[in-house]
């Protein structure tokens, strides 16, 4: 069962605009969420992370935002960098610890 | 580099034989956790410990597959009679206190491949 969506495999955005990546995510009981980037070969590094008692977090060029009643979180990359093109991962917990990850959406920023 | 170490990097082994995988978290994390990630897949939790204590396993963990963490320090994740199936990046994270708004962080994986 996917508790956690990432519903765009991909995505292509031109250097010094904003990205936008989205999240879905069924369970209610999720109270922590998380981001996090992934270059081929290394594992996953944390981005930015967001409790559900907020609706946003920013950190530099990192946003991001959460929308409890409709299940849906985002995160905003602004200005977007050549050094930002990797797999982004969404991420949730429910007070038990462990993780549960939404398949990833592939980031590539044009020059 | 204090951050999560693995090893080795990379795995290949035929099909039937037993493998086991090294991690160390960063220091004085006494949570670790253990994911796989397969291809165009998230990483799916294994299992993890608290200290030495083996917390939790998840469904995804047969009986072939044993985690330990003998010291609360590094800890081995070994896979017995290894299947095709289970050609995929096992990666190992921790974390630094009893909080569930802890943030997880990761190593760089062990890929396995069974041949």
């Known amino acids: 069962d996917q508790q956690v969506k990432q519903n765009s495999p991909s995505l292509s955005v031109q250097e010094g605009r904003i990205s936008i990546l989205n999240c879905d995510y069924t369970n209610s009981m999720f109270d922590y969420f998380l981001w996090y980037k992934k270059y081929p070969a290394e594992g996953p590094t944390f981005l930015i992370s967001?409790?559900?008692?907020?609706d946003k977090n920013e950190d530099g060029r990192f946003t991001v935002f959460l929308n409890k009643s409709a299940k849906h979180l985002s995160l905003h990359i602004v200005p977007s960098q050549p050094g930002d093109s990797a797999v982004y991962f969404c991420a949730a917990s429910a007070n038990d610890y462990k993780l549960s990850f939404g398949a990833g959406t592939t980031v590539t920023v044009r020059a | 580099d204090t951050g999560v170490s693995q090893d080795p990097r990379h795995k290949i082994t035929k099909r039937g034989q037993n493998v086991t995988f090294r991690c160390d978290p960063i220091s004085e994390h006494n949570r670790l956790y253990w994911y796989r990630q397969t291809l165009g897949q998230g990483p799916e939790f294994l299992t993890y410990?608290?200290?030495?204590?083996?917390?939790?396993k998840s469904r995804l963990l047969s009986d072939r597959f044993s985690a330990e963490r003998p010291k609360g320090s590094f800890s081995t994740l070994e896979i017995q009679r290894t299947e095709q199936g289970d050609s995929a990046m096992y990666l190992c994270?921790?974390?630094?206190?009893?909080?569930?708004?802890?943030?997880?962080?990761f190593g760089p994986g062990t890929r396995l491949t069974v041949l």
């Open positions: 967001i409790s559900s008692i907020k």
């Open positions: 410990f608290q200290n030495e204590a083996q917390l939790e």
């Open positions: 994270a921790s974390s630094p206190r009893d909080s569930s708004t802890d943030t997880q962080y």
